[in-house]
């Protein structure tokens, strides 16, 4: 049997998957995330899906590239491109993914200064074998900005 050419009956969803450059298993997952409808199923027949789907995912794919996640990315869908406050939103929700995108740089920035620092200790200390600097600092609850230190009994 020749593959479907997506005409005007659809693609077949491994069809959808492959232009879209996922996985049948994803397709399945944002089908049962509402963020693609599954076509209904024809007496005695196979589902198939329209050709603009492949845009709509290639959009989530982009979408979640750029540290949306699955949540956010639905909320987009939903805006109406006709809608002049959608522009808005999605500028505020582009913020808002900026400025964690910023706060988890600056942990990993704090982490690995920490991480050089406790290695450096490290070397420093090699000949004291019951002296850990990595041990020590884990055990005092060192960590990024805003984790909370545990409190100790």
């Not at 600092?137 to 960590?143: D, F, H, L, T």
């Amino acid at each position: 049997m020749a593959a479907h050419d997506g005409g005007p009956r659809g693609l077949l969803i491994g069809e959808l998957a492959r232009s879209a450059g996922i996985s049948v298993e994803a397709v399945r997952f944002y089908e049962r995330r509402g963020l693609i409808e599954q076509p209904p199923r024809p007496y005695g027949g196979v589902r198939r899906y329209p050709e603009a789907l492949v845009r709509r995912i290639e959009f989530i794919r982009h979408a979640k590239s750029l540290g949306f996640t699955l949540a956010e990315v639905g909320e987009m869908l939903a805006f109406s491109g006709d809608d002049p406050a959608t522009c808005g939103e999605v500028q505020r929700m582009a913020q808002g993914k900026l400025a964690l995108l910023r706060e988890k740089r600056e942990a990993l920035r704090f982490m690995e200064s920490v991480l050089e620092t406790l290695l450096e200790d490290c070397r420093r200390h090699a000949d004291d074998a019951g002296h850990c600097p990595i041990l020590e600092a884990v055990e005092e609850g060192i960590g990024p900005p805003g984790l909370p230190r545990a409190h100790r009994p």
